[in-house]
């Protein structure tokens, strides 16, 4: 079975700053993962996918992340946050015996402080 | 063009009614989701429908619940004698049908208030 830890239920960050959300997965297989971006009283939006292509994935509003299979990770990053940043992140793997499958970590909350 | 839409937006109901979601998928979308999100948690996979094979109802947690989808296009999810603990965010998703990996497009969500 597929599971995900996101480390930090809610992060805060200033204007500027980096932002960093943390995600590990267990997998037994080859994992695809996602992180979505929830904006309050909105619904998911996929912010990058990885799925066995480059290890550095690059999404949507300057956000990246980069797949360690070392690590089992798959660590959100933006170089400098924006107020617009500001809401709920999931990190998501498939299941890999039905790729349509996901399995969500219980989110990260953002905050950005001006 | 248009994304998933769902409806209601939000319903309020007495524990032991019964309330029906409904969920209008992507034109072209051929796979269809159901997840509910209870607050403070992640999503949980209640059910998939992909073309005319045999949904996959794994992650629906009681028999009270149950989902149809007609053809590729619009879907119910019905929950029979809710309980309190049915109260959550329900979230409706479709995709194309990609083996690279599925991606995901979700609708604003139902939020059901059992009262």
């Known amino acids: 079975a597929q599971s995900v830890t996101q480390l930090g239920s809610h992060v805060s960050v200033s204007e500027g700053a980096l932002v960093l959300l943390r995600c590990n997965y267990s997998s037994s297989v080859p994992p695809y993962l996602f992180w979505y971006v929830q904006y309050p009283n909105q619904g998911l939006q996929l912010l990058l996918k990885?799925?066995?292509?480059?290890?550095l994935v690059k999404g949507i509003n300057g956000f990246e992340a980069e797949f360690k299979k070392s690590e089992t990770s798959f660590h959100l990053t933006k170089p400098s946050a924006h107020m617009s940043d500001a809401a709920e992140y999931f990190c998501?793997?498939?299941?890999?015996?039905?790729?349509?499958?996901?399995?969500f970590g219980k989110g990260t909350l953002l905050t950005v402080n001006p | 063009g248009a994304g998933v839409s769902q409806s209601p937006s939000n319903k309020v109901t007495e524990k032991g009614k019964d309330v029906e979601l409904r969920c209008d998928p992507i034109s072209g979308h051929t796979a269809l989701y159901w997840y509910r999100q209870r607050l403070g948690q992640g999503l949980e996979f209640l059910i998939y429908?992909?073309?005319?094979?045999?949904?996959?109802k794994s992650g629906l947690p009681s028999d009270r619940f149950s989902a149809e989808r007609t053809g590729e296009s619009v879907s119910t999810l019905t929950i029979q004698r809710t309980q309190q603990e049915d109260s959550a965010v329900y979230l409706c998703a479709s995709s194309t049908f990609d083996r690279r990996g599925y991606e995901q497009y979700f609708g604003p969500g139902t939020r059901l208030t059992v009262t």
């Open positions: 998501a793997v498939s299941d890999g015996g039905s790729n349509y499958k996901l399995t």
């Open positions: 990885y799925t066995s292509a480059a290890t």
């Open positions: 429908f992909q073309g005319n094979s045999a949904p996959d």
